[in-house]
């Protein structure tokens, strides 16, 4: 099983996953691999924030590189220390936004470092929302732009609590301190913005090329559907390709090809999805196929025939039925 990052939790409750795929009342369900930290908790206030002491970046100090950061100098603040060591100019950072990050963490006494992207070489994509991530970053993070690098220095109260994390080697008395490079913010108004390629042929749907976050239209043709899997470019971007073992970021919209009806959609219901391709071959293996190899930061069309989508056994009392042919548009905004 690949490695989840320390600092997720359980998926918040607003995330839609399409593990319940079948129409737009499904509910979100849970992850169960992300350890959630023992803070976090709706009881705790919000810190008091201060810019010292915090330690020095004695190595890797650009923004994208592995940082080496030197233990820390005395007691650490009983407030959460935040400093922007690089500012960025790009999108700011709002609570409840997904940032894509890379980081590193250690403990202020000991310097020891428990967790970092860097090495693993895939940047983190998780939700600032209570429950999903420590609430140190939640605080520290929100206002800030990407592009920039912040050091922080996060007490107990708002790491993992008086219990730790075990797993980590963090014991309930740690400070904890990161560095973290924002990389880039999603949400739910984020779409594709890659270069329209052209879709010519009459016999698939046709589907909307705006990318101002708004739903686009999936028009299906009145004539049979392909018999086998479809998955076609709308918007193209440069970024890296899919692989079948990541956890992709995206925004959605489902329709069945008779008729055209939508059975889910991320636009315009303030959400976003989040899935492990792993995980949705068991659910709807067109999907997950549609996607695997296509460039993050594209939109595409995905046509999945019954024996790749639900076949003969559909979710209940929504739109899709037996033996229905299933059409999405996908935005892949991040993978990870």
Do not use: H
């Amino acid at each position: 099983m690949r490695r989840r990052s320390l600092l997720l939790a359980a998926v918040p409750a607003g995330l839609v996953t399409l593990a319940g795929c079948g129409d737009d009342k499904s509910d979100s369900s849970k992850a169960s691999e992300s350890p959630s930290p023992s803070a976090s908790e709706s009881s705790v206030p919000p810190p008091k924030i201060v810019d010292a002491p915090l330690p020095a970046i004695t190595a890797g100090t650009k923004f994208g590189d592995k940082p080496t950061v030197a233990k820390g100098p005395g007691d650490p603040s009983a407030n959460l220390a935040v400093k922007t060591v690089i500012a960025g100019g790009g999108k700011t950072v709002a609570e409840n936004d997904f940032v894509q990050a890379n980081y590193l963490g250690q403990v202020w006494s000991t310097a020891k470092v428990f967790d970092n992207s860097y090495d693993r070489g895939t940047p983190l994509v998780l939700q600032l929302a209570q429950g999903s991530v420590i609430d140190g970053w939640r605080y520290a993070l929100a206002g800030k732009k990407v592009g920039s690098r912040v050091l922080m220095a996060v007490p107990p109260t708002w790491g993992y609590g008086k219990s730790g994390n075990t797993q980590a080697g963090i014991k309930g008395t740690d400070t904890l301190v990161f560095v973290v490079d924002l990389l880039n913010t999603f949400n739910s108004k984020s779409s594709a913005q890659g270069k329209e390629v052209a879709q010519t042929d009459a016999a698939l749907p046709k589907v909307g090329t705006n990318t101002n976050g708004e739903v686009p239209s999936i028009d299906v043709p009145k004539s049979d559907p392909p018999k086998e899997l479809v998955s076609n470019y709308v918007l193209e971007s440069d970024g890296a390709v899919v692989k079948a073992q990541q956890t992709i970021l995206c925004q959605f919209k489902g329709v069945v090809w008779d008729g055209g009806k939508t059975f889910e959609q991320t636009y315009g219901s303030g959400r976003l999805s989040q899935f492990s391709i792993e995980q949705m071959q068991q659910i709807v293996k067109g999907l997950a196929q549609g996607v695997t190899g296509k460039k993050v930061g594209s939109r595409v069309l995905i046509v999945v025939p019954p024996d790749l989508g639900y076949g003969d056994t559909p979710p209940s009392g929504g739109v899709i039925k037996k033996g229905s042919t299933l059409v999405f548009s996908v935005d892949i905004l991040a993978a990870m």
